[in-house]
């Protein structure tokens, strides 16, 4: 059975010591270990201090190509540290897709700290200030020429729901979460309308694996923006659904800034819908972080239906 995280070009250590090598002589000789497969992307820790990414699908070339545009742009209106290219590959004969370099961000991504309650209510104002800086108007000009809209229907209700079904099915299945339907209802009440929406420069794919914390569990970068496009700001949003206990949701929002009823609505569909694709990818991938990290948000959103 194809999967949409299946890879089309398998990326060895081999090929990112050679390719890395030959664009980039001034890293050779090249040290590079594997830090983790996405859907479209796999990273490498190169010599110790470069994170690089190379496109696993077609699809994603694109939007590594929308990462080496923007990202330098926003950074500095942000108030966490993300990632910044300081090296393009080029495709060659070897490898057919550009690639990036990045210094490496310290910290720990979310699900794996397994953060404590006091560390999840930390996150709540430096979540919302944060996508209240990338949400907001200069970092909005900054990268609006350079990056397009929502080319695969985030929130469109005829092609989200079928998938969410899918997902929790499984999950039933696997015999890992067996209460799919009360999300299925949910989403049905919640679904979008498809009347424009005011565009924002958006992550598109913020969850607990691409927010980074430190020690203590504050907020020390965020990573993987190769869904970063102008789109609807509840993709975000989502997030704090997410990653945070029902009881700081209202922290959250009065360190963004005001919400309409219809936008909260889109945030809790999509924090459904993504929870859902957590839970199908870490099922798959024997990944306990990730399963855990969904079952987290299915719980506190299980609070709020």
């Keep these: 059975m194809n999967r949409p995280w299946d890879a089309e070009i398998e990326v060895s250590l081999d090929l990112v010591r050679e390719l890395i090598a030959a664009e980039f002589p001034s890293l050779a000789p090249v040290r590079a270990e594997l830090l983790g497969y996405g859907w479209d992307n796999a990273a490498f820790l190169v010599n110790g201090e470069y994170v690089f990414r190379f496109p696993r699908r077609t699809i994603a070339v694109p939007l590594i190509r929308s990462e080496?545009?923007?990202?330098?742009?926003?950074?500095?209106?942000?108030?966490?540290?993300?990632?910044?290219?300081?090296?393009?590959?080029?495709?060659?004969?070897?490898?057919?897709?550009?690639?990036?370099?990045?210094?490496?961000?310290?910290g720990t991504p979310l699900d794996a700290k397994r953060p404590s309650a006091r560390e999840r209510a930390l996150l709540a104002p430096a979540l919302g200030w944060f996508l209240r800086a990338l949400h907001g108007a200069p970092t909005h000009a900054a990268a609006a020429s350079v990056l397009g809209g929502d080319l695969i229907g985030r929130l469109d209700h005829a092609k989200r729901m079928p998938q969410a079904r899918t997902r929790f099915a499984d999950a039933a299945a696997a015999g890992v979460f067996a209460d799919g339907d009360v999300f299925i209802t949910?989403?049905?009440?919640?679904?979008?309308?498809?009347?424009?929406?005011?565009?924002?420069?958006?992550?598109?794919?913020?969850?607990?694996?691409?927010?980074?914390?430190?020690?203590?569990?504050?907020?020390?970068?965020?990573?993987?923006?190769?869904?970063?496009?102008?789109?609807?700001?509840?993709?975000?949003?989502?997030?704090?659904?997410?990653?945070?206990?029902?009881?700081?949701?209202?922290?959250?929002?009065?360190?963004?800034?005001?919400?309409?009823?219809?936008?909260?609505?889109r945030v809790t569909y999509r924090a459904i819908h993504h929870a859902a694709l957590e839970l199908a990818y870490g099922i798959d991938r024997n990944d306990r972080d990730l399963i855990d990290a969904a079952l987290f948000a299915l719980t506190a959103l299980r609070e709020q239906l």
């Design 68 to 106: 080496l545009a923007a990202l330098p742009r926003i950074a500095p209106i942000l108030p966490v540290p993300i990632p910044v290219p300081s090296f393009a590959g080029s495709p060659s004969t070897g490898y057919p897709w550009p690639f990036a370099g990045y210094s490496l961000l310290r």
């Design 186 to 265: 949910a989403m049905e009440r919640l679904a979008p309308d498809d009347a424009p929406r005011p565009a924002v420069v958006v992550h598109g794919d913020l969850y607990a694996r691409h927010l980074l914390v430190d020690d203590a569990g504050a907020l020390a970068g965020v990573i993987d923006w190769g869904d970063i496009h102008l789109g609807d700001r509840a993709l975000d949003l989502a997030a704090a659904k997410l990653v945070l206990p029902a009881s700081e949701l209202d922290t959250f929002r009065a360190h963004y800034g005001p919400i309409d009823a219809t936008t909260w609505n």
